[in-house]
């Protein structure tokens, strides 16, 4: 078990685990933590995550910022990957195509779906990341490739 999953069922076991989970989730990268992003659900090669609508995160419009909308989906592509690449590859993000679909008014919900992806083989990886407000509407949708190689032998 790779250590992003392992550390969810540790911490599952505690008090405010799932809390406690997203916050050393969003410490990987400091910038995350910006945005409070709260793992919802996470197994190998899928992720649900949310981000609460709030002053911080909020553009001059009081909707939700574009780039905290890309931390979101830059949050769940990178954890997904992190949860479902075999220990001997390693990833990178190298490109990011975003699409602002409609005003983020509401909390969001990210996911991301990596069963399609031969893991031994790739040598790279498109996450795609739809984010939907409470309604249920898609707001925005972004396509994330990340390079996928295997780790230097030591």
Known sequence: ??????LQKKLSK????KTLFSMALARMAPYFK????????????YIEVTMAKRPAVHNHLKTVHAIACC???EFAAGICMEASIPKHRRWIPVGMDVKYLKKTKTDLRATCDLS????ENC???????????LNGEKV????????VSDKPKR
Request: with cysteine.
């Open 1 to 6: 078990m790779n250590r992003v999953l392992a």
């Open 34 to 45: 910006t945005i409070k992003p709260r793992v919802k659900e996470l197994r190998a090669n």
């Open 140 to 147: 925005v949708e972004a396509y994330i490739t990340m390079k």
């Open 71 to 73: 931390n979101l989906c």
């Open 123 to 133: 040598n790279e990886a498109i996450c795609h990341v739809p984010v939907f407000d």
């Open 116 to 119: 399609e992806v031969d893991w």
């Open 14 to 17: 505690w008090p405010m685990g």
